[in-house]
Every structure is written in C-alpha cells, then in structure tokens.
C-alpha cells in the first residue's frame, strides 16, 4: 500500500531523482516550507496527513499529526524527541522513530582517530614550527611524539562508532577496553562496569568519550571523574557537549591531571573565542564537524530508502530509537 | 673475542648503562669529543682502532680507519655514506654498514596516516574555526571531508615504511598499490613499474612519496611527473625533499594538479617563512619530525645491541646497508 510522505529534507536535484526513484511506490509530500525545528511556525496541511516524516519535525506538531507512523530523523542525534513524554506518547500511539546515526558513524570514528594521531604525532605544533633539524625545539617535538602503540585506550560510550574505532585502531596494537551501560556480551573487547570504570579510567593513556546526550550522561566527566584519569591521559570527545563538565575539564587541563583536550563537540557550539578551553594551549576543538564527509546527504538518503524498505516489508528498522 | 666498539653517540646515563650492560663482552670507547659529521675535526687516536663504530661517523676518516669491520649507522638516512666510492671502498675492505631504518619506521608510518587523516578530516581548518553549526563554513568543513575509505592510494618507495603503511591503512579499505624499483614479489599489494606507473598515478587520490635520497631518486617528482596525477590528488611526502621539484610542486598545486601537499620533508630544511610553499594556503610542512618519538634513543641502542649480536654470532645484520 503506498504511503504518503512527507520530506522535511532539502536535497539536490539529484539526490531528489534518487528518491523520487527509490520511494516510486508511494506518494512523496514536498512541502514548501520546511518543517523542520529550524523553521517554527504552522506547518502545511499535509504534514498533519502523512504516514512517514523524513526530516527533523517539530516534536510538538508531531504529537498533534496522528496519522504518523514512523519518523526517520534526518541527523544523528535526537535530543529534541528524547524526552519520557515524547517517548510514551510515541509508544501509546505505536509511532516509530528512527535516526540516522549510521550515516555518520565511519566519518566520527576517523575524526577520532585523526585526533588521536594529530596528538601522537603533535601536529598542531609540528605544523607552524619551522626550526632546524637538531634543535631544541625540533627534539622536544620529536622526544615528545608518544607513539599509540602499546599504550591502553578506553572508549566510553560504546556504539556503532566506538566499534568502528576499536576497528581502525586494530593496528596499533593498543590495550583497548570500554564503558557501556548495557553490555550486550558482543563488543569483541574487555568491557567495563560503573563499578570498574575508576579503575579503568586510572590506567588508560587515551579516554575516548563518545557517549550520547542523555539525563543520564549529563556532566558524566566532572571534576569526580577527571580525578579518576591517570594524570596525563589525554581526553577525547566526539559525543556530546553536554556529557563533559567543562569547568572541571579546565581545571583538569590546568593541573595537567589531563594533558591534552580533543574536543568536537561543546557547550555552547561554537565557543566564544574568550572561553578558556578556546584559548588554552593544550585543548584542541574543532566546530562539530566530525560525523561530515562529502556524501552524507547522500547517504541519509539510501540510509532512509533502506529503512523505508524494512519498513514497507515488517522488518526491524535500522537505528530505531523509539 | 671481544670488539673495540667507539661510541659516537651522545647518551643519558640510563641509556649508557643498559649499553654497557647489553655490550658487556666487549670494550667501549667513549671519545671526549664526538666523530660525528656534526663536528669536524681531527678525531681520537683510538677510533682509528676501533672494530665497530656506532654513530655517524665522517665517512673521510672512516676511511682511514682500516681495522673497522663494522659501522651502524645512528640515523635512518646514510646519503654522506652512498656514494659509489664509498660503497666500493668499504665493499673491498668486507667492512658493513648498517643504518637505523627500523627504530623510526613506525613513527614515520604514523605520521603519514596522521597526515592523512588531517587531510580527509580538514583539521587544520577545523581547527581555528568556531562558527555556528548549519553555517556556510560549517557546511563547507563537513562537505570537504573525504572518507580514505574506497579511495585509491599509491605508495612510492615501498620498503619498511610503506609496508607498515599498508598495515595501518588496511581498516580503511583503500585501494592500494606501491611503486618499487626493485619488487620482491612479497609485497602483499599490486607493485607497479616504471612503465605503469604514469597510468597508476593518473587514477590515484592520495600519492605518497616514501623513497629515500639517492641520485636515482632526485627530483623524482617533478613537472612531468606531477602532470601524470589525476587532477586534485593529494601529496604526501615523508621521504626525503631531493625527490621532489618543489618548483614544479607549486605550479602543480597553484594550478589544483595538486590539491593539497603534506610535507614532511624540504629543501632545505627548515624552509624560509617567505618561501612559497611555506606560505602556501594548501601545502601543510612538519619540520621532518615524522621518524621521531619519545623513546627514540633507547630504541637505537636496542637496534644496535640486537644488531651487535649477529654481528657476533655471523647473522645477517638488520638493515645492512653496504
């Protein structure tokens, strides 16, 4: 039976052929006006008729559309609808939602590790010193060059992109544990409790902090947790902002209990560029743009049309996450 | 028997007692006043009696010197040492030589993906922007990041280096090949050559130039050869800078033949601030920082002291050189 659509998506004339192309057996809505949370404001008739949304709707219009019956959130990440109520209003009403967090999950793993071999390798500095070969400055970049190999990383927040890491850091040969909530007995590495992270925490030289925006995950690295690091570890995150207490992340980085901040993601996003960890020598921040790459509104296209296939067909959706 | 080996090389006390202690058979010689290239000058009557040198010794007195029977190398590169009449001088004597390639072929391994994973993830634009997420910068980051996965890879100068290369970059899925003068058919990827080697250029995203300093090897990469590039790869070098033109390397990039070029290594070194490709918006230069590493030092001595028993024992020494 055809569904009716509506994509709150804005695509080039290409990717539209593909998934006019793809979607050819049901009718695709195409509002004029979008109606993602990035535009408030009444959304069209239609919206309020379709079966699926492709995009990132308003949460409150979507509890009012009733006739929804599945949500392919167009990003990765779904704090806007991750709240009990929407979830139990979702739930009553047997609407899915989906994300499109495997689109990005290869893209966030080699930002990490880009992160984590600029550290090794100390580009940010190597990159704007020109200093002769043999010279203080050229055998403190050197001797200060600390190979990955060897030395144990801890990825906290293990998903699809914490596999995807522990995969490209194969290599390397690196000790390699992680902190999930919910262990699902398949991760393929140690995996690390609540009760053992401390002590995890203090041996591991890389703490790689990839955990999701949750109440849960709220200030999960404050000043209790830094305390826990092994002084000199190096800290990474590619999850979210709001994960990290970023007071006591300064504080950290000032006592050097943490030598080095690898951040993508902040709160606010961006930071001013007065706010101390901007400015501070040794914490390193790029604007959120881990999970990008040239293709991915390609890819959340054939991410949604392989969803809309298991869907049309009764099978578990990819990335569902209500 | 024991040797007379000459230390010409500059230790902590940690690092003299574990050469001690691994050389205990033997006598050391340490000269008040170092052999080096570094420092020229009449050397010390014992060096001239000497059964090994370990260091960089002057390749004039090293002549003189006739009782040596072998000298290893402290460095990677051995250029003062190959020329033909110092090769057929040491040749005729039964004299080895032996280099240090081994002790920085994981580092400079880790520095070339570090390059390249700054490269495809954008990070040193990345990271001096902090503009707002959904800006025309932002978009223009994430978008110009090009995942390695898929992309093809050409490997110039395929010895230790490139093999450990290969290893790392084999979770990437890359496609990847490797020029070498001389294939030993144990490569493990396709090796192209001399004569197909314009047409695997002309396919390959990422060139990276790994061959060492010889006179077959000087400006290996110049007008013509950047011209056999497909248009808008990128160049990696982290062999040596005599390999490259770096007239005709501007040019390539100034007209995007090249669209990025990662160097680790220039002629000369450092480069002036005003030269052109310091000061290239797409050129990115560590001043040869790529072989280096905190451990370096006791690295070479455990290179030297593995080395010393095969000398010992009659094995093939490691990376014998001449």
Not at 149 to 165: H, M, S, T, Y
Not at 288 to 312: D, I, M, P, Q, S
Request: glycine residues 6%; charged residues 20%.
């Amino acid at each position: 039976m055809p569904l009716k659509i509506y994509i709150d998506f804005e695509l080039s004339p290409e990717l539209l052929e593909r998934l006019k192309e793809g979607a050819s057996e049901h009718e695709l809505i195409f509002p004029k006006k979008p109606a993602s949370v990035l535009s408030l404001g009444a959304l069209e008739p239609s919206f309020y008729e379709a079966d699926v949304v492709f995009g990132q709707p308003i949460s409150s219009e979507v509890e009012k559309a009733e006739s929804l019956k599945w949500i392919h959130v167009s990003s990765s990440g779904i704090t806007r609808y991750d709240t009990p109520e929407f979830r139990a209003s979702m739930k009553k009403r047997g609407t899915f939602v989906s994300n499109s967090a495997h689109v990005y999950d290869e893209a966030c793993a080699d930002h990490a590790l880009s992160f984590m071999l600029a550290q090794s390798r100390k580009l940010p500095q190597a990159l704007v010193c020109n200093t002769p070969n043999g010279s203080v400055e050229w055998n403190r970049l050197r001797q200060g060059s600390v190979p990955l190999k060897g030395q144990k990383a801890i990825i906290v927040g293990f998903g699809a992109i914490g596999r995807q890491l522990n995969k490209l850091l194969a290599p390397f040969e690196m000790e390699i544990t992680a902190y999930r909530r919910t262990p699902r007995g398949n991760e393929g590495i140690p995996i690390v409790s609540e009760a053992t992270l401390p002590s995890a925490l203090s041996q591991a030289d890389h703490v790689i902090n990839i955990l999701p925006d949750s109440a849960a995950t709220q200030n999960f690295f404050n000043a209790e947790r830094f305390k826990q690091f092994k002084p000199g570890a190096v800290f990474y995150n590619i999850g979210r902002g709001t994960t990290v207490d970023q007071a006591s992340l300064i504080d950290a980085l000032d006592v050097n209990q943490v030598s080095e901040a690898w951040l993508d993601v902040t709160v606010p996003e961006p930071l001013d560029e007065s706010h101390p960890l901007w400015k501070h020598p040794r914490c390193f921040i790029t604007p959120h743009t881990a999970g990008g790459f040239n293709n991915e509104t390609r890819a959340c296209v054939e991410h949604f049309l392989e969803n809309l296939k298991r869907f049309t067909a009764g099978d578990t959706l990819d990335n569902r996450v209500i």
